[in-house]
Each structure stands twice: as structure tokens, then as C-alpha cells.
């Protein structure tokens, strides 16, 4: 059928009218500079003098350039955020200020940090001026680099620095952002520098919350990960099992620790082990110093089969314990690798770090690796971190953590002495903990995987109400305060401690 000239004209008309209309609403909504999401979504007042309302941008940059009350910022929190490790629900405590070993609340009143918010702010929240120089400095210069193809001026001084400190030939460092991912990236190396699989690490450690950091790890927090990650990953017992002993000496807990470790190592087929990985000092799972002696047993039984041996000293590294790293309470030992974060720079940037001996370091010059990310070697965290380093040097931390330690200890003893409720305690340098019994038998008051026991949870209550926040896990109270503490205010933290523990003296069964 053919179409009159009439219609065709009306047809031409109608179409270019839709394309005149579409065109102006794109020229509305689509001018330079300008995207439908800043459009103002309506006009209103009078047909003579109408009133344009704020775009959607302008609204949300008026919200976010205001002032906000602490209410406000806490139902924000509540209603789009989730806290790491708790139930969806939990608020937390709302943080307003810092300075030194002390931390304010939503109330207003001050706290004194006894953990390092979780072992991590070495330096305590006073940040010292040469780090915000220096990373203030470094977004200034270079704020970001690919780490794939790009090396710079901080990376290079970074490395040089952690290799002018660190003992034997661990000289060569990647800079991941998180201790996790380090530890991820460790095991990955050793596979491919071995040519083996298995991965041997303790019942009671913690190596991160990724996926095969958390398949590595030993206490309960694994079961998130389990199913997740590829097989091939043993645990052994420590030298500390939580429910019963290897001896009644350290003598006799080291060479009973190693002799089952060399056991399981064989079962397992020395020929199959890539790594051996160990917190240096256990961390959260007790604050567990190695038995002497055990460390050099472990470079030894590595040694002898060809394993790697992995230091994971996310916690411990950089002062915690009174030396540089764990491993350095014995002098002989040098881990092939060695993992770090937190302690680093202080927890002020994510900035996280692999160390390596120069064989392996070889190794890798020559063969390819799959290690890295994004962020990997972020410049201004690597600046963040070069800063901290010499302050730590500088300002001696890891000296005060070592004459401080003495003085843990002493508090320590006081404490066992006072209470009954207190089963044991330990420290190294200002690493410590302590254990809370329920009855004189010994029995511990609640298991590392259960929510608090009510009177851990007054205690607890009672202790923050005095002015002093420390984690507790199960039977366990920490005490991990900043490494720039004085033993002024060490031990004014161990007097709230020591008053606030009635409260469990009072709750034991036998009492």
C-alpha cells in the first residue's frame, strides 16, 4: 500500500518535532558540567516567581558539610554500619578524641586505652608531627603509584630502612595493606619457592580474616572460613594446649612440643610441607611466649627437611614484646619469612609488609609470583610508615616496652597475689595477659568461643566505668597498653584493674 504525499509530509513533521524535543531535553539534562543527577527535581512558589529547590547534590554536599551532633553520627552508624566480628546489632563505643594512651567517648569521659585499641597503636593516638608531615608530604608528591610497574623514592627508602634494621639477611620487603593479606601472601610465596602444598600452623593462633589466613588459623574463628579455601592445611598442637599440659617444666614443654611436631610433620610427608607458620608470640589466643629453647628446635626441624619456617609477627613486631620482633628472643633464629603489620606505623595507615631472606629473595628475582593488589605499596601508607620507623627508633619504644616490662610483671604478680579469682598471668615486655578462674580448682571461668561470662561482662563494665578499656576474650583480660605508656600511668592502669577485680573475687563458686 503507498502512502499519499499528505501523510508522508504529517509523518516527516511528527518525526523531526520528536527529535527537536528529545534534543532540547538533552540539551537540559546533558549540558557540560551538568548530569541528571544535579537536575533540581522541582520548581515551586508562584507561576510568576517560582522557586528552584537544591539538587540532589546539593543536598547531600549541605548534609555532609555540616556539623553533626554525636547523637547523629551514632544513628548513622546504627542504621548503615555493621561493626568486624560481632553481631549486626552491637554499637560499639563511639570514639570523639585521642591523645597519648587515652581516648574519649560519647560522654565526654576519658579512658585509658590498655590494649592499643587491638594491639596496634604502638605509638599511641598523639600522632608525632614528622609522620602527618610525611604523609601530607607524600600526597603532595606522589599519592599513588601501580605497584606492578612503578617503583618511588618512599618504596625504595622503606626498604632500605627495614633492611638496615632487621637481623640476618631478611633485606627485602613487600608492603600488602593488611596483616592478613601478608600472611596470605607469604604462604603463596613459600608454595611457589617449595614446589609444595602443606601448610603446618597451631591450634592456637590467629593469622587473619581472608580466606586462607583464616583457613591457617587455629581457634574458632576458622570455622567462617572453612569450605572456602583449597586444602592442605595442618594444624599441630602448641606448646600451650588450652585444656591440658605437654610437662610439668619449660624444659620438658619444649621437648615434648617439638617431639610431636617433628611426629606430625612426618605423618604428614616432609616432602609436602612448604611452610611452617607460627605466631611468635601467640597473640590474642593467651599472650603465649615460646618455652625456651622452642624456637631454635622449630629453624632446626625446618632446616632439616627443606620447610620454610613463617614468622607472623602482625602482633608482636616492632617493639610489642621489648625487642624488634618475637623471633629476636632468640638471638640464632632468623625466620626465611617474616610477616608485619599494625606495629609498623602505628596503625595510622593500612600498611602491612612481607620480609625475606636473600635466597628466597633470589629465587623470585628469577621466577615469577602472584602476589599483590591495588593497594599494594600504597605511597603515602609506605610514607606513613618510613615516618614511624625512625620516630620508633628515635624515641626509643622499643627500650620503653623492654623496661617496662619488669614493671607488667610486678603489677602482675600483685594482682595473683590479691585475688583469687586470677589463675595466671604473663608478659613480655607490654604484651601481657591474664586468666580468670571461677573456683579455686581452676577452672576457667568461660571458653574462648562463648560470650562473655555475666561477671566478666560487670567486670568489664565496672573497669570502663573507672576509666580504663581493654579487650577480654573468654577467661582472658589483655593488657597491651601503647609503647609510649610511663610507668606512671602503667601503673595506674593495674590500680583500676586490681580495684575492679573484687567483682570476680566475689562471683567465684568457692568464694
Given at each position: 500500500m503507498r502512502l499519499s504525499r499528505v501523510c508522508m509530509r504529517a509523518l516527516r513533521t511528527?518525526?523531526?518535532?520528536?527529535?527537536?524535543?528529545?534534543s532540547r531535553r538533552a540539551n537540559e539534562l546533558y549540558q557540560p558540567g551538568i548530569t541528571p543527577f544535579m537536575i533540581p527535581t522541582r520548581k515551586e512558589g508562584s507561576a510568576d516567581h517560582p522557586t528552584e529547590q537544591p539538587s540532589v547534590v546539593e543536598r547531600v554536599l549541605a548534609e555532609h558539610g555540616r556539623d553533626w551532633t554525636v547523637t547523629e553520627e551514632i544513628d548513622a552508624h546504627k542504621s548503615h554500619g555493621l561493626m568486624s566480628w560481632t553481631q549486626a546489632g552491637a554499637p560499639g563505643i563511639h570514639i570523639t578524641k585521642a591523645e597519648g594512651v587515652y581516648f574519649w567517648d560519647a560522654k565526654g569521659d576519658r579512658k585509658m586505652d590498655f590494649n592499643s585499641m587491638a594491639m596496634c597503636t604502638h605509638h599511641g593516638h598523639t600522632i608525632d608531627p614528622t609522620i602527618i608531615d610525611a604523609i601530607t608530604n607524600q600526597i603532595k608528591t606522589v599519592?599513588?603509584?601501580?605497584?606492578?610497574?612503578?617503583?618511588?623514592?618512599?618504596?625504595?627508602?622503606?626498604?632500605?630502612?627495614?633492611?638496615?634494621?632487621?637481623?640476618?639477611?631478611?633485606?627485602?620487603?613487600?608492603?600488602?595493606?593488611?596483616g592478613a593479606e601478608a600472611n596470605e601472601g607469604a604462604l603463596r610465596l613459600a608454595r611457589r619457592f617449595t614446589g609444595r602444598n602443606k601448610i603446618m600452623t597451631r591450634h592456637r593462633s590467629y593469622h587473619g580474616g581472608t580466606t586462607a589466613a583464616l583457613t591457617a588459623t587455629g581457634d574458632f574463628r576458622k570455622w567462617a572460613g572453612e569450605g572456602l579455601a583449597s586444602g592442605d592445611f595442618v594444624k599441630f598442637w602448641d606448646p600451650y594446649p588450652y585444656s591440658f599440659s605437654l610437662g610439668e617444666t619449660e624444659e620438658e614443654v619444649c621437648a615434648a612440643s617439638l617431639a610431636a611436631l617433628a611426629e606430625a610433620v612426618a605423618y604428614e610427608g616432609p616432602h609436602n610441607v612448604a611452610a611452617i607458620m607460627i605466631e611468635s608470640i601467640t597473640g590474642t589466643n593467651g599472650v603465649l611466649p615460646p618455652p625456651a629453647g622452642y624456637l631454635e628446635g622449630l629453624r632446626a626441624l625446618c632446616d632439616q627437611h627443606g620447610i620454610l619456617l613463617i614468622c607472623d609477627e602482625v602482633m608482636a613486631g616492632f617493639g610489642r614484646s621489648g625487642k624488634l620482633f618475637g623471633f629476636s628472643h632468640a638471638q640464632s633464629?632468623?625466620?626465611?619469612?617474616?610477616?608485619?603489620?599494625?606495629g609498623v606505623n602505628g596503625a595510622v595507615?593500612?600498611?602491612?609488609?612481607?620480609?625475606?631472606?636473600?635466597?628466597?629473595?633470589?629465587?623470585?628475582?628469577?621466577?615469577?609470583?602472584?602476589v599483590g593488589s591495588t593497594y599494594h605499596s600504597h605511597p603515602v601508607a609506605m610514607a606513613s610508615g618510613y615516618a614511624a620507623l625512625q620516630v620508633m627508633l628515635r624515641d626509643g619504644l622499643v627500650e620503653n616496652a623492654a623496661r617496662l616490662g619488669p614493671v607488667?610483671?610486678?603489677?602482675?604478680?600483685?594482682?595473683?597475689?590479691r585475688h583469687p579469682s586470677v589463675k595466671q598471668a604473663r608478659n613480655r615486655g607490654l604484651f601481657g595477659a591474664f586468666d580468670v578462674q571461677r573456683n579455686r580448682q581452676g577452672t576457667f571461668i568461660g571458653a574462648v568461643d562463648a560470650p562473655l561470662d555475666p561477671a566478666m561482662v560487670e567486670f568489664?563494665?565496672?573497669?570502663?566505668?573507672?576509666g580504663l578499656?581493654?579487650?577480654?576474650?573468654?577467661?582472658?583480660?589483655f593488657t597491651n597498653p601503647p609503647l609510649v605508656i610511663t610507668e606512671e600511668e602503667l601503673r595506674a592502669g593495674f590500680d583500676l584493674i586490681d580495684q575492679a577485680l573484687q567483682i570476680l573475687d566475689d562471683r567465684m563458686d568457692d568464694a
Amino acid at each position: 500500500m503507498r502512502l499519499s504525499r499528505v501523510c508522508m509530509r504529517a509523518l516527516r513533521t511528527a518525526s523531526q518535532s520528536h527529535r527537536a524535543m528529545s534534543s532540547r531535553r538533552a540539551n537540559e539534562l546533558y549540558q557540560p558540567g551538568i548530569t541528571p543527577f544535579m537536575i533540581p527535581t522541582r520548581k515551586e512558589g508562584s507561576a510568576d516567581h517560582p522557586t528552584e529547590q537544591p539538587s540532589v547534590v546539593e543536598r547531600v554536599l549541605a548534609e555532609h558539610g555540616r556539623d553533626w551532633t554525636v547523637t547523629e553520627e551514632i544513628d548513622a552508624h546504627k542504621s548503615h554500619g555493621l561493626m568486624s566480628w560481632t553481631q549486626a546489632g552491637a554499637p560499639g563505643i563511639h570514639i570523639t578524641k585521642a591523645e597519648g594512651v587515652y581516648f574519649w567517648d560519647a560522654k565526654g569521659d576519658r579512658k585509658m586505652d590498655f590494649n592499643s585499641m587491638a594491639m596496634c597503636t604502638h605509638h599511641g593516638h598523639t600522632i608525632d608531627p614528622t609522620i602527618i608531615d610525611a604523609i601530607t608530604n607524600q600526597i603532595k608528591t606522589v599519592p599513588y603509584a601501580y605497584p606492578g610497574m612503578f617503583s618511588s623514592s618512599i618504596r625504595s627508602r622503606l626498604q632500605k630502612l627495614l633492611a638496615d634494621i632487621c637481623p640476618g639477611d631478611l633485606n627485602t620487603f613487600m608492603f600488602p595493606s593488611s596483616g592478613a593479606e601478608a600472611n596470605e601472601g607469604a604462604l603463596r610465596l613459600a608454595r611457589r619457592f617449595t614446589g609444595r602444598n602443606k601448610i603446618m600452623t597451631r591450634h592456637r593462633s590467629y593469622h587473619g580474616g581472608t580466606t586462607a589466613a583464616l583457613t591457617a588459623t587455629g581457634d574458632f574463628r576458622k570455622w567462617a572460613g572453612e569450605g572456602l579455601a583449597s586444602g592442605d592445611f595442618v594444624k599441630f598442637w602448641d606448646p600451650y594446649p588450652y585444656s591440658f599440659s605437654l610437662g610439668e617444666t619449660e624444659e620438658e614443654v619444649c621437648a615434648a612440643s617439638l617431639a610431636a611436631l617433628a611426629e606430625a610433620v612426618a605423618y604428614e610427608g616432609p616432602h609436602n610441607v612448604a611452610a611452617i607458620m607460627i605466631e611468635s608470640i601467640t597473640g590474642t589466643n593467651g599472650v603465649l611466649p615460646p618455652p625456651a629453647g622452642y624456637l631454635e628446635g622449630l629453624r632446626a626441624l625446618c632446616d632439616q627437611h627443606g620447610i620454610l619456617l613463617i614468622c607472623d609477627e602482625v602482633m608482636a613486631g616492632f617493639g610489642r614484646s621489648g625487642k624488634l620482633f618475637g623471633f629476636s628472643h632468640a638471638q640464632s633464629v632468623i625466620p626465611d619469612l617474616v610477616t608485619f603489620a599494625k606495629g609498623v606505623n602505628g596503625a595510622v595507615l593500612p600498611l602491612a609488609g612481607i620480609g625475606m631472606r636473600q635466597h628466597i629473595a633470589d629465587f623470585f628475582r628469577e621466577n615469577t609470583y602472584m602476589v599483590g593488589s591495588t593497594y599494594h605499596s600504597h605511597p603515602v601508607a609506605m610514607a606513613s610508615g618510613y615516618a614511624a620507623l625512625q620516630v620508633m627508633l628515635r624515641d626509643g619504644l622499643v627500650e620503653n616496652a623492654a623496661r617496662l616490662g619488669p614493671v607488667m610483671e610486678e603489677c602482675m604478680n600483685v594482682l595473683l597475689e590479691r585475688h583469687p579469682s586470677v589463675k595466671q598471668a604473663r608478659n613480655r615486655g607490654l604484651f601481657g595477659a591474664f586468666d580468670v578462674q571461677r573456683n579455686r580448682q581452676g577452672t576457667f571461668i568461660g571458653a574462648v568461643d562463648a560470650p562473655l561470662d555475666p561477671a566478666m561482662v560487670e567486670f568489664k563494665n565496672v573497669l570502663y566505668d573507672s576509666g580504663l578499656f581493654t579487650m577480654m576474650r573468654g577467661h582472658t583480660v589483655f593488657t597491651n597498653p601503647p609503647l609510649v605508656i610511663t610507668e606512671e600511668e602503667l601503673r595506674a592502669g593495674f590500680d583500676l584493674i586490681d580495684q575492679a577485680l573484687q567483682i570476680l573475687d566475689d562471683r567465684m563458686d568457692d568464694a
